[in-house]
């Protein structure tokens, strides 16, 4: 029998071989069993023995391989060493890659400088070009208008496009105010202070998602706020005020060149080829600059109504009708109201105007629709459309304060919606937020007028479409200024009138009725002709003092006495705020009575007025009003003076009011005979008529040109008729019974440049004059002879003497 292994034995044969396993794990085995197994073990032990001798002879080879290829490794790279340094300019060694990186380190350093200092030029640039802009003077070097009214067109679109920080706007995240160049934008409009930033930003990230709408964004296109939205404005009311004085200076320096152009021209009649290829040249320039603003018109006026109608289809719609319910409210239904105005009148006006430019720019759009000027005139003066835009201007400060103050809540609901309703679009190039849409109306029409001048500029001054785009571009500038219309403005002014003027006439309501101007004064009872009444002050003037005001027509005078207090008439009528009563909402409303009363109203052909000097006011009734009491009928002539209620403390602007009231109520006496188209109104220039007593009598002579016909036919004719008889044939104008005319003077032009100067009158017993006369001393002696008549007082300084050509 074998023995049997040690456990020990067992172990490290176990340990050595997985495969005697099954062998020492039987415990009871014959004897020829055992050997058996003996055998097999010897066996496996020497197959064993075997591979690990074939594994060493192995190990030995691959380490004798790793030799060779150790030492063929080293002869490569000694052979490419050789080769470097055999080669010349080669930067593969370590020195030379460690030089480069050096070098690229210094020029990224150096680049990065430069470029810094490109951006500070750039800016100083940017600034000095603003500045050129608004300059008054024009740079004397730039010759070329077309590049100024660019950069103006430039300035004016990048002033829009910018962003703007509003008032007391706070950062998305740490709900701090912001101030100007400490926050940044992301393309979405969110704003985000500058610390903020900071932390916001990855390192190496190329782009960031927005803290509020996680949209994602290039880190270079992070914006600096550098402005605040009222300095914006600033900046384009002076763009604006450039642009309107270099095209006053543009439109005389186009006048003095045509003058000049046909001063060369018409010397010889002739004109050579060379300036007639120059000229064609130059009027195909203007055609296609014309075409480029024409159809720049047309797509900005596409993409505006598509803008209007997401204001109101995507925003006023829905948010008015939920303020019906308190339950779905976003915005009360007053604020909802305001702060889209008249939208739903404004999208129809410009659906309207843009269906008419495109039917205009059709190949055969001139015969349907018209020109250009054809188109601006039906919608901007005949339909009147655009004029809904003042209504929309009206309430522009309350929307904004709605909107600041429903986005500046927490947690705003408006503020939700608003965000919700931009980000919905796909359309990320058109994403505009709503601030931005209620904005576009505002900006719209200055736009216009900007186009409409470029337009202006490019076309041929014999255009016949010119004038039509001319004016509409008056009618635009006044729709932009928003401007109260006349209608507006006259019912205006009646309610005020009639609402604070106790007794104020009825018959004095009219639509074609126009008001010119007031003046307060006092009407001295007792004060004589020849003495001053301004001399004399209230307290102490020896007659009786009625507080009364003028309010001047353009076919009435009105008498109005008023109190004796510290304000005057326009300011007790109210007429003192009418532009900004009408441009807050149309007619005001509300008024009380003011302590004024009418005392009567005249015609402005039956009053005289002249000027004696200082504040003084001569004046002369034909028909003064039958129907008031004593002290204020029955007293042809008045003597006034003007003042400033409470005290008339400064002198020359007491003078200055009633120079200007005196000078609008002669213009309104002129043009009272020319309404109705019958006459045209001539006036010559002040003449000396009188000197005595170191006094100087002045007369200006107002002319109203008639037919006969048409003279004969007036109803309230002048006193005195100028008569030209060419071949002294014609039968004379007939006399006034009881009425004017009073006098006639008769010209008949003769040979040698003589005139026949014959004078009659109504007198029975005036035998009349006849003289010859030289043609240019004619005006002169028509004054004169109306002077020696006594037609007006001697005590009057300034006449007005009236007359006709037939």
């Known amino acids: 029998m074998v023995k049997p292994r040690s456990a020990r034995s067992r172990r490290a044969v176990k340990a050595e071989s997985p495969e005697l396993d099954s062998i020492s794990d039987s415990e009871s085995v014959s004897s020829g069993s055992g050997q058996n197994a003996f055998k097999e073990i010897t066996e496996s032990m020497e197959r064993m023995q075997k591979a690990v001798s074939g594994l060493k002879t192995e190990l030995k080879e691959l380490r004798k391989r790793n030799k060779d290829l150790e030492e063929e490794l080293a002869e490569d790279k000694e052979a490419a060493a050789t080769n470097r340094r055999t080669r010349p300019g080669s930067t593969n060694t370590p020195a030379a890659i460690s030089k480069l990186e050096k070098t690229i380190k210094e020029l990224k350093a150096d680049n990065k400088k430069k470029s810094n200092t490109i951006a500070k030029m750039k800016k100083k640039e940017l600034k000095e070009e603003a500045k050129d802009l608004v300059d008054p003077e024009p740079d004397p070097t730039e010759v070329d208008s077309d590049v100024r009214m660019r950069k103006l067109l430039r300035r004016f679109s990048d002033l829009i496009s910018s962003n703007t920080l509003g008032e007391d706007e706070e950062c998305v995240i740490c709900m701090e105010k912001m101030e100007v160049k400490q926050c940044s934008t992301f393309p979405c409009e969110h704003l985000i202070c500058n610390e903020c930033l900071k932390g916001i930003l990855p390192d190496k990230d190329e782009k960031y998602p927005c803290p509020m709408c996680r949209e994602y964004t290039p880190r270079d296109e992070i914006e600096l706020i550098r402005m605040t939205e009222q300095e914006r404005w600033d900046e384009l009311l002076k763009v604006a005020q450039a642009w309107d004085a270099f095209d006053q200076r543009h439109e005389m320096d186009t006048s003095e060149g045509e003058g000049e152009e046909d001063f060369l021209t018409d010397g010889d009649g002739m004109d050579t080829s060379e300036d007639s290829a120059a000229q064609r040249q130059r009027a195909l320039t203007d055609t296609s600059a014309l075409t480029s603003v024409i159809t720049e018109l047309v797509t900005s006026e596409r993409s505006y109504v598509r803008r209007l109608q997401i204001l109101k289809n995507d925003y006023a719609d829905p948010l008015r009708n939920f303020a019906r319910s308190k339950e779905t409210a976003i915005l009360p239904a007053y604020e909802a109201k305001t702060l889209f105005g008249n939208i739903d009148n404004l999208l129809p006006v410009n659906e309207a105007f843009l269906t008419d430019l495109e039917k205009m720019m059709a190949p055969n759009g001139v015969a349907l629709v018209g020109g250009l000027g054809d188109v601006l005139l039906k919608h901007f003066k005949d339909q009147r459309g655009f004029e809904q835009y003042k209504q929309y201007y009206v309430k522009r400060e309350d929307a904004q304060q709605i909107f600041e103050r429903e986005v500046s809540k927490r947690a705003s609901r408006f503020g939700s919606y608003i965000d919700h309703i931009k980000y919905q679009s796909t359309d990320t190039k058109n994403r505009i937020g709503l601030r931005e849409l209620l904005m576009e109306p505002v900006q719209r029409i200055p736009r216009y007028t900007l186009l409409f ?65 007031c003046i307060d004064v006092e009407d001295v009872i007792g004060m004589s002709d020849t003495a001053s009444v301004s001399t004399n002050p209230s307290g102490s003037s020896p007659g009786t003092v009625l507080h009364c005001t003028l309010f001047l027509f353009d076919d009435k005078l009105l008498v109005v006495k008023r109190p004796n207090g510290d304000k005057g008439g326009r300011a007790l009528s109210g007429l003192d705020g009418l532009e900004k009563l009408t441009k807050a909402g149309g007619i005001p409303t509300g008024r009380k009575k003011s302590g004024m009363s009418s005392k009567g109203v005249v015609d402005l052909a039956d009053v005289v007025v002249s000027d004696p000097g200082g504040a003084d006011i001569n004046m002369y009734l034909e028909s003064p009003p039958p129907d008031q009491t004593e002290r204020w009928s029955g007293r042809p002539y008045r003597s006034l003076v003007a003042v400033n209620p409470p005290a008339s403390l400064d002198p020359t602007a007491t003078e200055g009011d009633k120079r200007r009231f005196l000078e609008n109520l002669w213009q309104a006496q002129a043009t009272y005979r020319s309404r109705a188209g019958q ?28 037919t006969r016909t048409a003279f004969l036919q007036e109803p309230k004719k002048t006193k005195v008729v100028v008569h030209i008889d060419p071949m002294g044939s014609a039968d004379p104008i007939p006399f006034g019974i009881g009425a004017a005319p009073y006098a006639s003077i008769r010209l008949q032009i003769i040979s040698g440049g003589l005139c026949r100067f014959s004078v009659s009158s109504n007198d029975p017993e005036d035998d009349g004059e006849e003289d010859i006369v030289q043609i240019e ?7 004169n002879t109306i002077q020696d008549w006594k037609e007006f007082d001697p005590w009057h300084t300034y006449s007005k003497v009236e007359g006709i050509h037939l």
């Open 453 to 517: 001048r470029t337009m202006l500029k490019h076309m041929d001054p014999d255009d016949p479409q010119r004038a039509k785009i001319l004016e509409a571009d008056e009618i635009a500038s006044k729709i932009a200024q928003a401007e109260t219309d006349e209608q507006t403005k006259r019912a205006a002014i009646f309610y005020c009138l009639s609402a604070t003027i106790d007794g104020f006439p009825p018959d004095l309501f009219s639509n074609s009725r126009k008001f010119i101007d």
């Open 679 to 706: 006459s045209v109104v001539l006036c010559s220039e002040e003449q000396e008529v009188e000197n005595r007593a170191n006094r100087t009598i002045y007369a200006r002579t107002y002319y109203n040109v008639y």
């Open 777 to 783: 001393r004619v005006p002169s002696r028509i004054v």
